[in-house]
C-alpha cells in the first residue's frame, strides 16, 4: 500500500492540524485502509487487534461527517468496557473540538443523573450498552438523530453477554445509517452479526507485517495450587522485567492475590476488577502507566481495551477459557516490534487443555519442554526464592509471532515451582465492564500466544450504502 498523508485521504485541514498537533502526521495502515471509505458513506467491517490505531480509523472521519450544528447525538459508539470507552473519548477529543464537536462517555458506576445531561448534549456518544439503556430508558436522550453506529470490539462484545442489549440499541437507530465494525474476528457469531447489522460493506482484515511483529518468548509452568502464590513472587521479583500484567480468573482473586503480593519489598502492586469504582479503576491504570506501580493484576473484562505501552511480561496466573483469550491476553506484551514475554502458570487438572491451545498455537514444542504436571503430593521439598526471583526448574521457552505464527524453538532459562502456602485463584463471578452483567469469570485453562501490534493491508472494495437491517 503507497503511504498516503491525512489530507491526502480527504481528512480536513482542521482535524489535520489536530492530528499534527498530538505528533500523528502519518496514517497507520488500519486508518489508510478504513478512513476514505467511512469518508465515501460506506459501511465497513473491520479485522483488527488492539493497539492497531482503529480508534483514530474510525474516529478522524466521523469527526468530518458530522457537523455541529446537527441534531444530537449525531453518533454513537458501542464498547464493552468503561476503560474502552474513557479510551476513545481521551483519544478523539482534541480532534472533535478542531470541529466545535462535542464528545462524551457512558459507563455505570458514576453519577447517572449528570451523565445524561452531558451525553444528552454531545454530538458523540460513546456508550456500554448496559448504561446506555438505562439512559434511554429514563428517557434522556435518544438515538432518533444518529446516522452513524460504531461497534468496536465487538467479539467481545458477544463474549461479555451483550448481544441482546447491542440487538434492542441498534433497533432504536434509524435503518439508513453508516455503520461501521471493528472485530478482532469476522468470523463465526461476530461475522454474523455483522452481517445483520451492515449492508453493502466494504471489508479490510488487518494483520501485522512481520517485521512490525513483536516477538513474544512463552513458557509454562507447571505448578501446583499451593505453589502458585511463591512462583508468581520468583516471577515478579526478577530485576529483568518491566511492566508487567498478571491476569486472574475473578474479582476476588484480584484483591486476593495484590495483598499477598504487597509481602514482597520488591513488589508494587495494584488490582483492577470490575468491583472497582470507576475513579478507583482510572488510578490504578494511570498509576500502571506512569510507572507508579510496576504489577496490574486484572481480570479479562476490566483488562479489555486497555492499550499501555511498554508490557515486559503477561503472566496468566489463571489460565484463561479459550485460544482467543489466550491471544488477547499475551498479545498486550510485544508489541511494534519489541519483544516480550509470556508466562502461563498451569495446573494438573489443565494440563491436557493447555496442550492443546498450545498446539493449535504452534507452541507444541515450548510446552513439551515445560515438563509434566506437578501434583500436590510431588513438591517434597522447599525452594528458597533468589534475589532476582530464579529457581530451579528448567522450563524453555520459545519465540511465537503475531496471533498465529509458528513456535521458534528459542530456549531460555525458565523459573521453577517452589513450595510454600497460598491459594491458587478464585471462584467464577461476573462482573461487567460497565457495571452490568459480563463476565469476568473463566475457568482456569487456556494457553498464550503472543499477539504483536496489528498493522497490515486489507482488500478495499464494496458498494455505495442504502438501506440498513
Known sequence: MSSKSFADLGVSRPVVKALNERGFTSPFPVQQQVIEDVLDGHDVLVQSPTGSGKTLAFGVPLVDLIEAGDRRPAALILAPTREL????????????????????????????????????????????????????QRRAFTLDHVNHLVLDEADRMLDMGFKPAVDRIVKKINNDRQTLFFSATLEGAAGKLADAYTHDAVTHVNRPAPEKQGKVEH???????????????????????????VFVRTKHGADRLVKKLGRSPQIRAVAMHGNKSQNQRQRALSDFEKG?????????????????????????????????????????????????????????????????????????HEYEQSGGPVSIHSETSTTKRSGNGRSGGGNRSGSYRGSQGRGGGKQS?????????????????????????????????????????????????????????
Open 292 to 364: 507508579k506501580v510496576d504489577t496490574l493484576v486484572a481480570t479479562d473484562v476490566a483488562a479489555r481495551g486497555i492499550d499501555v505501552a511498554d508490557i515486559t511480561h503477561v503472566i496468566n496466573y489463571d489460565l484463561p477459557e479459550d485460544q482467543d483469550t489466550f491471544v488477547h491476553r499475551v498479545g498486550r506484551t510485544g508489541r511494534a516490534g519489541a519483544s516480550g514475554h509470556g508466562v502461563s502458570f498451569v495446573l494438573a487438572e489443565q494440563a491436557r487443555d493447555m496442550g492443546k491451545i498450545a498446539k493449535s498455537l504452534g507452541l507444541s
Open 219 to 245: 513458557r509454562f509452568i507447571h505448578v501446583s495450587h499451593q505453589a502458585k502464590v511463591e512462583t508468581l513472587l520468583n516471577e515478579l521479583e526478577n530485576s529483568e522485567r518491566g511492566r508487567t500484567l
Open 413 to 469: 532459562r525458565g523459573r521453577g515451582a517452589p513450595r510454600n502456602s497460598g491459594s491458587g485463584d478464585s471462584d467464577g463471578n461476573r462482573s461487567n465492564g460497565d457495571g452490568r452483567n459480563d463476565r469476568s469469570g473463566s475457568r482456569g485453562s487456556g494457553r498464550n500466544p503472543g499477539q504483536g501490534k496489528g498493522k497490515s493491508n486489507g482488500q478495499p472494495g464494496g458498494q455505495s450504502r442504502r438501506g440498513r437491517r
Open 85 to 136: 470507552a474513557s479510551q476513545i473519548v481521551d483519544e478523539l477529543d482534541s480532534v472533535c473540538r478542531s470541529r466545535a464537536l462535542s464528545i462524551v462517555a457512558v459507563y455505570g458506576g458514576v453519577g447517572i443523573q449528570a451523565q445524561a445531561k452531558r451525553a444528552a448534549r454531545a454530538h458523540i456518544v460513546v456508550a456500554c450498552p448496559g448504561r446506555l439503556e438505562d439512559l434511554l
